[in-house]
């Protein structure tokens, strides 16, 4: 079974520039998850999805994110006016009836805003 | 808010020496536990979910414990290895929410 695959693994930008993160999760998982995982520190929730519905996504750092999912499956997360402060990894994940159900997660995209 | 405490920073092993890592959490909801293990350049995988108080999981070597009592869970190994370098995740899930809430993580080296 394939796991979360998410593109591209790394991106370099200067700040002021947009970036789109995408991520396809597990076949069959309904429920699907936005971290954001500062350098030496845990993953913090942005936002996630049950189906292409958002349950939460009061944790967005700001209106300078979104995020959709718009057939309930493949889900992009963009950022517009990236800046310093953004940097970090961006990590997907999936699970089935999300809930307290176990997460899957994908390899991250590592982004560094200069 | 609910939240998750993990004691251990940087944790640097001997080969064939005990690993114990401890989280405590505060939720007012009924909680589920789960370890998680990140190696470099890659995403969190999941080690396991913790079972049931007073019962004992485990996963590739490893034992997870949980004291409901003491609002507490901890993840043990008799004898790491070298291959267990990594950087080891609590994390809670309570009834209310679908947001899973990690620990700060520990960074285990173990040298050969």
């Known amino acids: 079974e394939a796991g979360v695959t998410q593109s591209p693994r790394y991106a370099v930008l200067q700040e002021g520039q947009a970036v789109s993160f995408w991520c396809d999760p597990i076949s069959g998982h309904d429920t699907l998850y936005w971290y954001q995982q500062p350098r030496d520190q845990g993953p913090q929730l942005l936002v996630y999805f049950r189906d292409e519905a958002v349950i939460d996504n009061s944790q967005l750092p700001s209106d300078r994110f979104s995020a959709v999912r718009p057939k309930g499956t493949n889900s992009t997360l963009k950022i517009q006016s990236a800046k310093q402060g953004d940097t970090a990894t961006y990590l997907c994940a999936s699970s089935f009836r999300g809930a307290r159900a176990e997460q899957f997660f994908g390899p991250g995209t590592r982004l560094t805003v200069l | 808010g609910d939240s998750v405490t993990q004691t251990e920073g940087p944790v640097t092993l001997s080969e064939g020496t005990s690993l114990t890592v401890n989280c ?89």
């Open chain 2, 24 to 112: 405590s959490y505060e939720t007012k909801q009924y909680p589920t536990l789960f370890w998680y293990v990140q190696y470099p350049g890659e995403g969190p995988q999941l080690l396991f979910k913790v079972p049931k108080a007073n019962e004992k999981g485990s996963n590739r070597g490893f034992e997870a414990t949980y004291n409901k009592e003491a609002t507490s869970f901890h993840l043990q190994k008799a004898s790491v290895q070298e291959s267990d370098s990594a950087v080891y995740y609590c994390a809670l899930a309570s009834s209310g929410s679908w947001q899973l809430i990690f620990g700060s993580g520990t960074q285990l080296t173990v040298m050969p």
